[in-house]
C-alpha cells in the first residue's frame, strides 16, 4: 500500500479535476497530460517506478496511454534555459494538465500558463518556495506528495 502514494494522490487529482469534474465520468476526447522534467531524459515506466506508478493509476482508472489519455514528455536534460521553450510547447499541444518534476520546470510552467493545472511532484513546500501563496488558494498549482516509506533504489 504505501508504494501506491504517489500514485493514488495522482489519480485522486486527475480523476477529480481533469478527468471526471463534478463526477461526470470519463471525458468524451481524449485527455492530455504533459510532463515538464529538468533532469530525466526520457519518459519511461519500464525503468522509472513513479512513472510506472502514474500509468498504473491510470489504466486502474480505465486510462490508456494511446487510447483516451496522450502522455507528453519534454525534459531539458539539465539546461535550464530551455525549460521556458519546452513549457510552450507542451501548451502548444493543448493539454488538459501539466506534471512537473521538480521546483524549476513548476515555475517555468506556471510563468508560461494560469489556465492549464499544474501538478507538481517533488517539491516539499510549495508555499515556502513562492510558488503559490496558499495551500487553501493554491490557483492552478496543485501539489502531490511523494514521500513514500520505501526506497525506489
Not at 19 to 37: D, K, N, Q, W
Not at 68 to 96: H, M, R, T, Y
Not at 119 to 125: F, H, S
Request: hydrophobic fraction near 45%; include cysteine; proline fraction near 8%.
Amino acid at each position: 500500500m504505501a508504494k501506491r502514494i504517489v500514485t493514488l494522490a495522482t489519480i485522486a487529482f486527475v480523476a477529480s479535476v481533469v478527468l471526471c469534474p463534478a463526477g461526470a465520468g470519463p471525458p468524451s476526447h481524449t485527455v492530455r497530460i504533459g510532463f515538464l522534467e529538468n533532469i530525466a531524459p526520457t519518459f519511461d515506466p519500464a525503468t522509472n517506478p513513479a512513472q510506472r506508478e502514474f500509468v498504473e493509476g491510470l489504466r486502474e482508472l480505465g486510462y490508456a496511454p494511446g487510447r483516451n489519455v496522450v502522455l507528453e514528455f519534454k525534459s531539458a536534460q539539465g539546461d535550464l534555459a530551455v525549460l521556458p521553450q519546452l513549457a510552450a510547447e507542451l501548451l502548444g499541444s493543448k493539454p488538459d494538465m501539466l506534471v512537473t518534476g521538480a521546483y524549476a520546470p513548476t515555475v517555468e510552467a506556471a510563468k508560461a500558463t494560469k489556465s492549464v493545472p499544474i501538478i507538481i511532484v517533488g517539491v516539499a513546500d510549495v508555499v515556502e518556495t513562492g510558488m503559490v501563496t496558499s495551500l487553501a488558494r493554491p490557483r492552478s498549482v496543485s501539489r502531490i506528495s511523494t514521500r513514500r516509506r520505501r526506497n525506489w533504489g
